[in-house]
């Protein structure tokens, strides 16, 4: 988004330097519009309801005889004072989400294990899934229930990686847990690889409406347009083919 407003004021600055006529200011002008229709709400909002709408009903879960629960990771943050690599602020309604799934799972007396997928994108030292595994562990979830994917570094890898995990365990019933601007890109990954899970969104964002622009609406606008960008991306490498070839976790 930011880039975006900055490409349309060079555009705007280079016209208006060497053709010297006004044409400049349309680019200004349609950086302005843009601007107000981020930070003040409409844009995100909008963009928001496309993506978010599917996801806003928590389904209801048919446990099986064995179940999978896949936890997105979302980040990692390093405590400068001493050293200790925490999940991000946004990863922490992924995990109650997934542990609030796992205690009905075992509630029903079925097997289940979590997986957690995260690498370490953000070079921090620790994976994604080994700060979020140590956080599940204290919040009640068994070791042994526990499995940790520590080598994606984007949403692409998370499916990819989880998939022979998944085909190691073979559960009847998948679950896919992160936020709910994040799930369409996700769910559509993951079925790429043969992945039929079912989406269960964690947090739900939604845009404020304003009559002065703030950095909130900024932050959703950039995130919708990454989710989108994504989506493109994928379909235009599977026309392309320069994605892997589609595949079932279940095949031999």
Not at 48 to 64: C, D, F, G, I, M
Not at 105 to 127: E, H, L, Y
Not at 182 to 195: D, N, P, V
Request: proline residues 6%.
């Amino acid at each position: 988004m930011l880039l975006l407003l900055f490409l349309l004021c060079v555009l705007g600055y280079a016209v208006s330097r060497f053709r010297r006529g006004r044409g400049g200011w349309v680019f200004y002008g349609l950086a302005f519009v843009l601007f107000v229709a981020s930070a003040c709400g409409p844009l995100p909002a909008w963009l928001l309801t496309h993506l978010e709408a599917p996801y806003a009903t928590r389904p209801s879960v048919s446990w099986t005889p064995r179940n999978a629960i896949v936890i997105l990771g979302v980040g990692t943050s390093r405590v400068i004072a001493t050293g200790q690599v925490n999940p991000t602020l946004f990863a922490g309604v992924r995990l109650a989400e997934g542990y609030i799934l796992y205690r009905q799972c075992k509630q029903s007396g079925n097997d289940c294990k979590v997986i957690v997928s995260g690498g370490d994108p953000f070079r921090n030292g620790v994976a994604e899934a080994a700060a979020y595994g140590e956080v599940l562990q204290g919040m009640g979830v068994d070791r042994s229930d526990l499995l940790l994917e520590t080598r994606s570094m984007n949403t692409w890898q998370n499916a990819q990686f989880v998939q022979p995990m998944l085909k190691a365990y073979a559960p009847q019933r998948v679950v896919l847990v992160t936020s709910a601007v994040h799930m369409r890109r996700a769910q559509k990954y993951f079925e790429h690889f043969g992945i039929d899970a079912l989406p269960v969104r964690a947090d739900y964002a939604d845009a404020r409406l304003s009559w002065f622009p703030n950095g909130w609406n900024v932050a959703l606008t950039e995130a919708a347009l990454h989710e989108y960008v994504g989506v493109l991306t994928y379909h235009m490498y599977n026309a392309f083919g320069w994605n892997a070839p589609p595949s079932r976790y279940g095949a031999p």
